[in-house]
């Protein structure tokens, strides 16, 4: 007669606490950390690993439905900012019959009416702040920054740290890093003031304007960043039609292999159909909806 339900999973929990307590333990000699602050790290290292592995199965699986995907983002955006005086005067949630390709200078005087303490301009939502682009996608300019997007890239925060680091062959001690990885980094620092010999892993491919895309394999020498469906609604203008006085922009299920396009984004933060001058190459296939960016 096999054992009761309980008296398995009381098994396996045991296993389990004894496996997690020799990792712990080996941890420990090597460290010499407290057995709580291991505990917690490992715990932290699992959740965080098992939120990415469940983050890109999400993201692979809006890649084979983008259409769909694509479909809802941009609804979703029309919708929410419709009671606008900016959606009202394009009769959203309609846009790319009507709604003309825009660049900043499209929003500039209604930027200032926000500034000046006016409410649903172009969004619904109240901004967080004003923030001013780094010049990405052209000049430097005033966008718009919601709950949505304020994610504070760690680069732009710790950018004078991590030069200073380069140039001195050091890690930073305000980076909270296990003191394993410490001293493993710290054997490959070798003050550099050129960056030479220094692996660099861009993770993500943002700007004011939204995240555009994300690097999903770090090991390799050439970056390509996957587009994120659910972070913008993307149309894309050939690289053969950007002179058109009135340029026919494509979805992301038409482009094509080994073509270039600029992209034009909606994003949540108030910009609709607008020409983001960075030019993109499908690398892969559409089905991935796989760029390399080359601006």
Same mark, same amino acid.
């Given at each position: ?16 606490? *004894?496996?997690? $307590? ?10 010499? =950390? #407290? ?11 699992? *959740?965080?690993? $098992? ?11 809006? #890649?084979?439905?983008?259409?769909? !995907? ?8 029309? =919708? ?7 959606? =009202? ?7 790319? *019959?009507?709604?003309?390709?825009? #660049? /900043?200078?499209? /929003? ?22 004003? *923030? ?26 710790? $950018? ?37 010999? !220094? ?5 993500? /491919? ?10 999903? $394999? ?5 970056? =390509? ?10 149309? +894309? ?19 094509? &292999?080994?073509?270039?396009? &600029?992209l034009v984004i909606t994003n949540a933060t108030g910009l609709f159909r607008f020409d983001f001058p960075l030019l993109t190459r499908n690398v892969m296939n559409r089905? +991935? ?7």
């Open positions: 007669m096999p054992p009761p339900l309980p008296t398995v999973v009381g098994g396996l929990s045991l296993a389990g606490m *004894a496996v997690l $307590w020799r990792v712990i333990s080996s941890k420990q000699k090597g460290d010499k =950390r #407290t057995l709580g602050s291991l505990f917690s790290q490992y715990v932290a290292v699992k *959740a965080v690993g $098992w939120l990415g592995r469940r983050q890109r199965k999400k993201l692979e699986a809006d #890649t084979l439905k983008v259409m769909q !995907v694509q479909e809802e983002t941009l609804l979703k955006r029309l =919708r929410k900012n419709a009671d606008t005086f900016y959606g =009202r005067k394009y009769n959203f949630p309609c846009i790319k *019959a009507r709604h003309p390709i825009t #660049t /900043y200078d499209h /929003y500039r005087e209604l930027v200032e009416r926000i500034a000046a303490g006016e409410e649903k301009v172009i969004i619904a939502e109240k901004p967080l702040i004003l *923030a001013m682009t780094s010049g990405t996608s052209g000049k430097s300019a005033m966008l718009l920054s919601t709950k949505d997007t304020n994610t504070e890239f760690f680069l732009q925060e710790h $950018w004078q740290e991590l030069v200073k680091d380069i140039e001195q062959g050091t890690i930073s001690r305000s980076l909270s890093l296990e003191p394993k990885v410490r001293r493993r980094l710290e054997v490959l620092m070798k003050p550099d003031n050129y960056c030479k010999g !220094v692996p660099f892993y861009s993770p993500f /491919y943002a700007a004011t304007e939204g995240l555009i895309g994300v690097n999903l $394999w770090p090991q390799e020498p050439h970056r =390509r960043y996957l587009l994120c469906p659910r972070s913008m609604f993307c149309e +894309f203008l050939p690289e053969s039609s950007l002179d058109e006085e009135i340029p026919q922009t494509l979805l992301m299920e038409e482009v094509k &292999e080994g073509e270039s396009y &600029e089905t +991935f909806m796989l760029f390399g960016i080359e601006a």
